[in-house]
T-cell receptor, first 115, second 115 residues
Framework: GAVVSQHPSWVICKSGTSVKIECRSL??????MFWYRQFPKQSLMLMATSNEGSKATYEQGVEKDKFLINHASLTLSTLTVTSAHPEDSSFYIC???????????FGPGTRLTVT | AQTVTQSQPEMSVQEAETVTLSCTYD???????LFWYKQPPSRQMILVIR??????QNATENRFSVNFQKAAKSFSLKISDSQLGDTAMYFCAFMKHVNTDKLIFGTGTRLQVFP
């Protein structure tokens, strides 16, 4: 149990286009999901906290108009990178909060390359 | 604000030996959770072990155990009988003891287990 999937696992897009990444909790309902960004050989940096049915809470320094987060259901949150630039290239990881508040289950990540 | 520090960027250990990874943190909270996560080359985040701050007893999961020193704000991970599959990045993380709070990660320690 407690499986989180991400789609796609790898995406290449051209500069200026938008790309959507999906995060799904497969066998449980997640009121809260988190989106992280990880640069090579670095730690995970929280971008935003996504709550079902409400607006996401963004961390300081994260552009909310660039990184659009939608949490329309208890099993799906999406991250849309708008007008992507090469510096947006990174590894994006989502996690979903489980039944207990201290449980976070991580997706396998999405590698985004912007050319 | 909470901070998590991992002072060992890289460690290596021979198979079957024991290795200890260090982690210190800073917080004014009294109740919180501490975690060790493993990130193998696949980049899937895997929970290794969790410690509740209000519990004095150190957490243990098979070959993995922690040395939790609350007064010193120290939370080290001991891996016994190291296996080649333990080769990964290890992240120490902190979470406040409230409903739906974020994980704060350290910078990580890259562990290499060699034959």
């Amino acid at each position: 149990g407690a499986v989180v999937s991400q789609h796609p696992s790898w995406v290449i897009c051209k500069s200026g286009t938008s790309v959507k990444i999906e995060c799904r909790s497969l066998d449980f309902q997640a009121t809260t999901m988190f989106w992280y960004r990880q640069f090579p050989k670095q730690s995970l940096m929280l971008m935003a906290t996504s709550n079902e049915g409400s607006k996401a809470t963004y961390e300081q320094g994260v552009e909310k108009d660039k990184f659009l987060i939608n949490h329309a259901s208890l099993t799906l949150s999406t991250l849309t990178v708008t007008s992507a630039h090469p510096e947006d290239s990174s590894f994006y990881i989502c996690s979903a909060e489980g039944r207990l508040s201290y449980e976070q289950y991580f997706g396998p990540g999405t590698r985004l390359t912007v050319t | 604000a909470q901070t998590v520090t991992q002072s060992q960027p890289e460690m290596s250990v021979q198979e079957a030996e024991t290795v200890t990874l260090s982690c210190t943190y800073d917080t004014s909270e009294n109740n919180y959770y501490l975690f060790w996560y493993k990130q193998p080359p696949s980049r899937q985040m895997i929970l290794v072990i969790r410690q509740e701050a209000y519990k004095q007893q150190n957490a243990t999961e098979n070959r993995f155990s922690v040395n939790f020193q609350k007064a010193a704000k120290s939370f080290s991970l001991k891996i016994s009988d190291s296996q080649l599959g333990d080769t990964a990045m290890y992240f120490c993380a902190f979470m406040k003891h409230v409903n739906t709070d974020k994980l704060i990660f350290g910078t990580g320690t890259r562990l290499q287990v060699f034959p």
